[in-house]
């Protein structure tokens, strides 16, 4: 068996770290790169070096943003007291794709998952729940749970519908029908995701 390159080799198991790509993805995308110009690889480069040093996530919501408070956060003509909690920041994307939601969100990044090590401390649930208490204080607050419908995402909704319940003015609502059993809200189309924020149910009210 003839030994790869050291630069070769490295640079497949760089990518085969990257969710949905395997060695054999890693290996075809390895050697497109030496294909193309260097220019277009120095670009490339680039481009993912500036996401780790100008992106944040936002000090409200979580989301993916390159100023301390995100776009939406910051627009006055949101509905603040209007909270749709979503997975990851992909989901934002989803969302405001369906051009139908004018509150804001508050992303997770995950889903409780006690197998895989994932408890409530490494989710951004804490800061929800300071986040609608603090809000609560002066209005009625909407909770949107907009989590995907799996095992994992159902008890991880629950989880945090326990944590809200207690709080005053407060209203947390499930994402209704539309979203399959076990599918992403992520992969989901405009039309399914309309239906599903449409037809939301109340998880508990106070």
Known sequence: MIALPQQITAAIESLAKLPGIGPKTASRLVYHLIKKPASDVESLGRSLMLLKKDLCFCEQCFQITDHHICSI??????????????????DVMAFERMKEYDGVYH?????????????????KITELVQRVKTLSQEA??????????SLEGESTASY?????????????????????????VEYADEITLSQAFHGRRVLSQS
């Open 160 to 184: 945090i519908a326990q944590l809200l319940r207690f709080l005053p003015h407060v209203q947390v609502m499930r994402i209704g029908v539309g979203i399959p059993i076990g599918s992403s």
């Open 73 to 90: 956060c910051s627009n006055t003509k949101r509905q603040q007291k209007q909270i749709m909690v979503v997975e990851e920041p992909l």
């Open 107 to 123: 992303v997770l990044h995950g889903i409780l998952k006690p197998m895989d090590g994932i408890g409530p401390e490494m989710l």
């Open 140 to 149: 009625s607050v909407e909770v949107i749970l907009s989590i995907s419908p």
